[in-house]
């Protein structure tokens, strides 16, 4: 069973940061590109940022980019797990959302429709 779990999400302060990681387990995902999306109170679900499976090519929303790094560490073996990470600097309370990774075979996706497998969530709250 393929599963994503978020974690290291919580409340800092603005100009903060804090480092998101989502184990995902039950397949290899070798190939698998996986990315982070998020969604605030109200809002739609946006794109946040996307890394491909070696990890050198990676996409990222415009208001994020410089300020937020997204890497991976992949596991080979069918019992480990990867872990997909999200650095997030110099926080802004418009960051504030809950953030989901998400798994697609193939290359990166802006277009979350597009992602096979979905985390359930971590709450990001950034305090002006």
């Known amino acids: 069973q393929v599963r994503l779990v978020e974690s290291g999400g919580g409340l800092v302060q603005a100009g903060g940061s804090l480092r998101l990681s989502c184990a995902a387990s039950?397949?290899?995902?070798?190939?698998?590109?996986m990315g982070w999306f998020r969604q605030a109170p109200g809002k739609e679900r946006e794109f946040v940022a996307t890394i491909n499976w070696s990890g050198d090519n990676t996409d990222y929303e415009g208001s994020v980019k410089g300020r937020f790094t997204i890497s991976r560490d992949n596991a080979i073996r069918d019992n480990a797990k990867n872990t997909l990470y999200l650095q997030m600097n110099s926080l802004k309370p418009e960051d504030t959302a809950v953030y989901y990774c998400?798994?697609?075979w193939g290359p990166g996706s802006r277009d979350g429709s597009r992602y096979n497998y979905w985390g359930q969530g971590t709450l990001v709250t950034v305090s002006s």
């Open positions: 039950g397949h290899t995902f070798i190939g698998a590109a």
């Open positions: 998400a798994a697609k």
